[in-house]
C-alpha cells in the first residue's frame, strides 16, 4: 500500500488549501484514512479521519474550517482547509488503515504566514 499526498504550500492567515491523498495497493474495502500533522518542537496530531461509510471526525483546533472528505471510487482523501491560521503550519501526512496495517505516506508541508 502506498500513499501519496500532495497540496500543500505557502499561504497567508485567512486562505485556503486542499490536500489530497492517493492510496494505492492492496486496500480492503473496510478502511480508515486520516490526516496527521507534526509541528516544529510539537507531537504529530491527528487532524480529522474518515471512514469507509463516510464517518469522520475532526479535532477541536479545526472543527468549522477543515473538512475531510473521500471518494472511494479513484482511492482519494482530500483535506480541505479554509481560514488557515499561523498555528496550522506542520507537515500533514496522511494514514491509511487497512487489513489491519498502518501504512503511512510522506508529508506535505502547509506554511501559514501571519
Known amino acids: 500500500v502506498q500513499l501519496q499526498a500532495s497540496g500543500g504550500g505557502l499561504v497567508q492567515a485567512g486562505g485556503s488549501l486542499r490536500l489530497s491523498c492517493a492510496a494505492s495497493?492492496?486496500?480492503?474495502?473496510?478502511?480508515?484514512i486520516g490526516w496527521y500533522r507534526q509541528a516544529p518542537g510539537k507531537q504529530r496530531e491527528l487532524v480529522a479521519a474518515i471512514t469507509s461509510g463516510g464517518g469522520t471526525n475532526h479535532a477541536g483546533s479545526v472543527k468549522g474550517r477543515f473538512t475531510i472528505s473521500r471518494d472511494n471510487a479513484k482511492n482519494l482523501v482530500y483535506l480541505q482547509m479554509n481560514n488557515l491560521k499561523p498555528e496550522d503550519t506542520a507537515i500533514y501526512h496522511c494514514?491509511?488503515?487497512?487489513?489491519?496495517?498502518?501504512?503511512w505516506g510522506q508529508g506535505t508541508l502547509v506554511t501559514v504566514s501571519s
Open positions: 494514514k491509511i488503515e487497512t487489513g489491519g496495517y498502518d501504512y
Open positions: 495497493g492492496s486496500i480492503s474495502s473496510d478502511t480508515v
